[in-house]
């Protein structure tokens, strides 16, 4: 049995377009802060995350439709608490899927190839969690960052 990526939903009362804007202009304020460098607005564009001491990742926006679908593909990553493969990341996709609900948007974040199965899975799954239904929440409704 193929085991299930992780998956998370959460629903705003904004449009697919404003969601979209936050989701691919202000990454710096949702999750990555002052540990953020590069660039996510456009297809083909690369940007790290770098928490020093815990977690490195690169991703390369693959797919962008506005209003609809951004894809990151994960090219490069290192948790430094993992025990075993310190690269569980690397390959594996970060999708975010918007539909329009009436006067609401839905946002489906999946991270493909993140598993049970992986070293990393519970504690990632619950920091996704945050970043989704937490800080981005807050960015989008307030506009403040989580760090503010």
Known sequence: MEEKSFITTVTFEKSPQEIF????????KWWGGKDLKGNTVALNDEFTIHHPGTHFSRQKVV???PDKKVVWLVTESE???LEGNKSEWTNTKMIFELSADGNKTILQFTHEGLVPGL???ERISE???IVIKSWLFKFVNTGKSYIE
């Not at 804007?21 to 710096?28: A, D």
Request: hydrophobic letters at 40%.
């Open 21 to 28: 804007e936050h989701l691919t202009r202000n990454v710096v």
């Open 63 to 65: 797919e962008l439709i």
């Open 79 to 81: 948790f430094s608490w």
């Open 119 to 121: 070293e990393c899975y």
């Open 127 to 129: 920091g996704w969690n």
